[in-house]
């Protein structure tokens, strides 16, 4: 009780929500462009399982986050990898459409997921950690509030994406600023962008540009279906 009657848990626990919600989008968006051409059922055994991956990568770094953020190319790796992942979500929905494929096209879901999930908690966990300054309840309560942000946020994502495709484009634009982001905030690179803070904004803005550039491309190239 005496807890509850602190003004600063509840100053902690109101920036942890309004973290959660605006970073918990990011891996929303990541399970909704994984799991939207998939079976009605496949897709939320896709949710579940992206969604409970995400919480449990975060119960996880956030005992290593701030550690594994010191390591130099670390965010480089990540950055790269969810550049390949924003434009494998978006020709994504050019394969998988035979008839076995429904098993392999739910595990590539979780796959994809997973891997952006490990790049992108990391961030997540050092901004909760940051506002929980300390406190593991309210490190518990930060982890609690991300499950239904993840999983509710995710499901809405797929209904949108259905009735307006262009969200689609959106998205993985936002994957591929995130990645941009990543790359740029390595430690081997801070020099270089203390000097030069206008890579705070082209790195992602590239990121962006690359992963829709690529996409685009994949689509022109993609064969006419046959009129027989």
């Known amino acids: 009780m ?4 602190n003004p600063e848990f509840w100053i ?3 920036k942890i929500i309004w973290i959660n919600i605006i970073l918990s989008g990011d891996n929303a968006v990541v ?13 939320k055994k896709a949710i579940m399982f992206g969604s409970g991956a995400a919480v449990v990568l975060r119960i996880g770094l956030t005992v290593v986050a ?3 953020l010191e390591l130099s190319y670390l965010q ?9 992942v924003g434009t494998q979500l978006l020709h994504g929905e050019d394969e998988g459409d035979e008839g076995d494929s429904g098993k392999a096209g739910l595990w590539v879901a979780i796959r994809t997921i997973l891997i952006a999930d490990l790049v992108m908690s990391l961030d997540n966990v050092i901004a909760v950690a940051a506002a929980a300054k300390g406190s593991m309840t309210l490190l518990i309560l930060g982890l609690a509030i991300s499950i239904p942000l993840v999983i ?15 969200i689609i484009w959106f998205g993985a634009g936002l994957i591929g600023w995130v990645g941009g982001e ?9 020099s270089i962008v203390e ?14 540009a690359l992963v829709l550039g690529i996409g685009k491309m994949a689509s022109a190239k993609k064969p006419e279906p046959s009129a027989e």
């Open 76 to 84: 480089i790796v990540g950055g790269l990898l969810l550049l390949w």
């Open 12 to 14: 902690g626990l109101i």
């Open 31 to 43: 399970i909704a462009l994984a799991a939207r051409s998939l079976p009605a059922e496949q897709q």
């Open 2 to 5: 005496e807890l509850l009657q």
């Open 182 to 190: 990543t790359i740029v905030s390595d430690v081997a690179l801070k």
């Open 152 to 166: 509710f946020g995710s499901q809405l994502m797929i209904k949108l994406m259905d009735r307006f495709p262009i």
């Open 195 to 208: 000097t030069n803070g206008w890579l705070h904004y082209a790195a992602p803005a590239l990121g962006a």
């Open 66 to 68: 701030a550690k594994l």
